[in-house]
């Protein structure tokens, strides 16, 4: 597609509750990157993926969030048990390879706990 | 370890007068850098980028940024400010993945 897409826009789940969220790149861009930002904060980084390669995972805050990309394309971010601190704006990205290029974000994910 | 520093949290400037956000980064080879602007409620939006070419760059909307190494410094500047311009912007730097600043919240006053 002609930019990256994100749904739902909004959610709002109770505690305890398990979300997806779920990113579409743009065709052809074989880097996808998950970000958390929360309200007054900056951008915290969760997982990134290129290409085929195992994922860069190391921004995870804990085993509760889990992400995949199926045939290199369409992502789902995962939290389990939501907690309230889970609340933010989640935006997925996509790039191509290389230190050249900027990212290309879609409009975010609000998940909202209550 | 590469880290980049956005030296003001918050900016505020009259309408038609000159904006600088600063920053400042670490990194162990020649880095890519960028600005990105996030106007409220909305996703980010490159402005622009350095990759090694012409220190001085031109990005949208009339802002333009230099990469000084001897400062390790990518200053964001515009010459006159527009009340369109009031967002939150980023500075970021690119190894694998992108690196952001805590961002500076820029505020127009009229």
């Known amino acids: 597609g002609a930019g990256v897409s994100q749904s739902p826009s909004n959610k709002v789940t109770e505690k305890g509750k398990d979300v997806e969220l779920r990113c579409d790149p743009i065709?052809?861009?074989?880097?996808l990157y998950w970000y958390r930002q929360s309200l007054g904060q900056g951008l915290e980084f969760l997982i990134y993926?290129?290409?085929?390669?195992?994922?860069?995972k190391s921004g995870l805050p804990s085993d509760r969030f889990s992400a995949e990309r199926t045939g290199g394309s369409v992502s789902t971010l995962t939290i389990q048990r939501t907690q309230q601190e889970d609340s933010a704006v989640y935006l997925c990205?996509?790039?191509?390879?290389?230190?050249?290029?900027?990212?290309?974000f879609g409009s975010g994910t609000r998940l909202t706990v209550v | 370890a590469q880290s980049v520093t956005q030296l003001d949290s918050h900016v505020s400037v009259s309408e038609g007068t000159p904006v600088l956000l600063r920053c400042n980064y670490s990194?162990?080879?020649?880095?890519?850098l960028f600005w990105y602007v996030q106007h409220p409620n909305k996703g980010l939006q490159l402005l622009l980028k350095?990759?090694?070419?012409?220190?001085l760059v031109k990005g949208i909307n009339g802002f333009e940024a230099e990469f000084k190494k001897s400062e390790t410094s990518f200053h964001l500047t515009k010459p006159s400010a527009h009340m369109s311009d009031a967002a939150e912007y980023f500075c970021?730097?690119?190894?694998?993945?992108?690196?952001f600043g805590k961002g500076t919240r820029l505020h127009i006053l009229p």
């Open positions: 990194s162990s080879y020649s880095p890519s």
């Open positions: 350095y990759t090694s070419a012409a220190t």
């Open positions: 990205a996509s790039s191509l390879p290389g230190r050249g290029y900027g990212y290309t």
């Open positions: 993926f290129q290409g085929n390669s195992a994922p860069d």
């Open positions: 970021a730097l690119r190894d694998d993945k992108i690196i």
């Open positions: 065709s052809g861009h074989t880097a």
